[in-house]
C-alpha cells in the first residue's frame, strides 16, 4: 500500500535552517508530482511547494518562496523541503502528499504522510 | 484568509444528514475541479472526494460531493460518531502563480 513517512521535524532557533524528509513507497515514486503542505497549531491547511516527478518543474507558495528549496532523489524515492532563514510563523506540522496534477484539467493530494512537528522558538 | 469560504463548525445527530460548503470565485471554484479532505482528530488528512464527486477506492457512498457554479458541497448522510472531524475543501486559483488553495475547514460534531 501507498505510504509517505515524513522526518527531519524538530526544535529550531529563530532564523535557522532545517531540512524535511519524505521517504515513499507502495508506489511508482518516479510516476508522480509530490507537494509539501503544512498546518499551523489549530489552524487550516496551507500548500507549500510543489516538484514535478522529473523534478524539473517547482513552484511554491508566497509565503515561502526564496527562504524554501524542494527537491527529490527518485533513486531513493524521497522527497524534500530545505527550510532557511525560518520564522515563528513556521511553526506547524509539515505534510507531504502526492500530488495529481493534470494543468488545465484537475488537481488533488491522494496521499499523505502522518506529518512532522517543526517548532520554531527561542 | 482563505480564498474558499467554509463555514467553520456543523453538527448534526447520528444518523442524519449533513451538507458541508466551499464558497468560491469564478477564478477557482467556477473554474476548476473542486476536492475534499477529512482529517479526523490528532490524524492526517485524507481524500474523501475528488474532481467534484469522484471518491477513492474504499470512500463510502455516504460521502458524495457536488458543484454549482462557484459553490461546492460535501453531503455526509448516516452520519456516524466517526465522522467527527475536520473537512477541507480544495481547488485551484487561476489568479495565482501558484495555484493550490484550500478552504479554512469546516469542524463536524456529530450530537
Known amino acids: 500500500q501507498v505510504q509517505l513517512v515524513e522526518s527531519g521535524g524538530d526544535l529550531v532557533k529563530p532564523g535557522g535552517s532545517l531540512r524535511l524528509s519524505c521517504a515513499a513507497s507502495?508506489?511508482?515514486?518516479?510516476?508522480?508530482?509530490m507537494s509539501w503542505i503544512r498546518q499551523a497549531p489549530g489552524r487550516g491547511l496551507e500548500w507549500l511547494s510543489y516538484?514535478?516527478?522529473?523534478?524539473?518543474?517547482?513552484i511554491y507558495s508566497d509565503s515561502v518562496k526564496g527562504r524554501f528549496t524542494i527537491s527529490r532523489d527518485n533513486a531513493k524515492r524521497s522527497v524534500f523541503l530545505q527550510m532557511n532563514s525560518l520564522r515563528a510563523d513556521d511553526t506547524a506540522v509539515y505534510y507531504c502528499a502526492r500530488d495529481i496534477t493534470v494543468p488545465g484539467d484537475t488537481y488533488y493530494f491522494h496521499y499523505w504522510g502522518q506529518g512532522t512537528m517543526v517548532t520554531v522558538s527561542s | 484568509q482563505s480564498v474558499l469560504t467554509q463555514p467553520p463548525s456543523v453538527s448534526a445527530a447520528a444518523g442524519q444528514k449533513v451538507t458541508i460548503s466551499c464558497s468560491g470565485s469564478s477564478s477557482n471554484i467556477g473554474d476548476n475541479y473542486v476536492s475534499w479532505y477529512q482529517q479526523l482528530p490528532g490524524t492526517a488528512p485524507k481524500l474523501l472526494i475528488y474532481?467534484?464527486?469522484k471518491r477513492p477506492s474504499g470512500i463510502p457512498d455516504r460521502f458524495s460531493g457536488s458543484k454549482s457554479g462557484t459553490s461546492a458541497t460535501l453531503d455526509i448522510t448516516g452520519l456516524q460518531t466517526g465522522d467527527e472531524a475536520d473537512y477541507y475543501c480544495?481547488?485551484?486559483?487561476?489568479?495565482?502563480?501558484?495555484?493550490?488553495?484550500f478552504g479554512g475547514g469546516t469542524r463536524l460534531t456529530v450530537l
Open positions: 480544495g481547488t485551484w486559483d487561476d489568479d495565482l502563480s501558484y495555484g493550490r488553495v
Open positions: 516538484i514535478s516527478k522529473s523534478g524539473d518543474d517547482i
Open positions: 507502495g508506489f511508482s515514486f518516479s510516476d508522480y508530482s
Open positions: 474532481d467534484n464527486y
